[in-house]
């Protein structure tokens, strides 16, 4: 069955840097896109960044953009969000997500960032 | 951007008690439409896809309905379990950002 797993989660300074990792079993990982989705304490769910199932296409949520980059490594069968210049804002549970045309979104559990001084 | 309009916040039931939730696309979805029940510090769980169609494992008692903008997700009789926050999410996998809606909060009366 599909499994996401993420991890890379922490407490991080404003201002710093955090890689997070998502990874992907039970699917041909290469022949779908994905997402990242996060949750802020309290909050709704919130869209971050798509990345196509070939690493060609991606497109950011402009909260995120210019300080997050989304990457899919086909071989490892991982996607990775790196986050720079955190800011308290960006504390949440961060999913990584798969999407299809095909099949229903599938989800992980879930990693927490927690930007504070 | 398609923007998600979903009603009621917050929702006050009892046990037996027959809901419907509703989420308003801004633009037409056609059935690119889930909703997902998430309890406190809990993962978001897929309920229905396709608008209208049941996850495996999911109880009947939920259904959901609708197409292009406008949907409906209904639980024929709340049970304890049910007791939850429900969102709905646009996935159009032609147009990639998903939308979610702002949330459902169902509490007990």
């Known amino acids: 069955q599909v499994q996401l797993v993420e991890s890379g989660g922490g407490v991080v300074q404003p201002g710093g840097s955090l890689r997070l990792s998502c990874a992907a079993s039970g699917f041909t990982f290469s022949t779908y896109p994905m997402h990242w989705v996060r949750q802020a304490p309290g909050k709704g769910l919130e869209w971050v960044a798509f990345m196509s199932y070939d690493g060609s296409i991606k497109y950011y949520a402009d909260a995120v953009k210019g300080r997050f980059t989304i990457s899919k490594d086909n071989s490892k069968n991982t996607l990775s969000l790196q986050m720079n210049s955190l800011r308290t804002e960006d504390t949440a549970v961060y999913y990584c997500?798969?999407?299809?045309?095909?099949?229903?979104?599938?989800w992980g559990q879930g990693t927490l960032v927690t930007v504070s001084s | 951007d398609i923007q998600m309009t979903q009603s009621p916040s917050t929702l006050s039931a009892s046990v037996g008690d027959r809901l419907t939730i509703t989420c308003r696309a801004s633009q037409s979805i056609s059935s690119w439409l889930a909703w997902y029940q998430q309890k406190p510090g809990k993962a978001p769980k897929l309920l229905i896809s396709k608008a209208s169609s049941l996850e495996s494992g999911v109880p009947s008692r939920f259904s959901g309905s609708g197409s292009g903008t406008e949907f409906t997700l209904t639980i024929s009789s709340l049970q304890p379990d049910d007791f939850a926050t429900y969102y709905c999410?646009?996935?159009?996998?032609?147009?990639?950002?998903?939308?979610f809606g702002q949330g459902t909060k169902v509490e007990i009366k």
């Open positions: 997500a798969r999407g299809s045309s095909s099949e229903p979104p599938s």
């Open positions: 999410q646009q996935y159009n996998p032609y147009s990639p950002p998903w939308t």
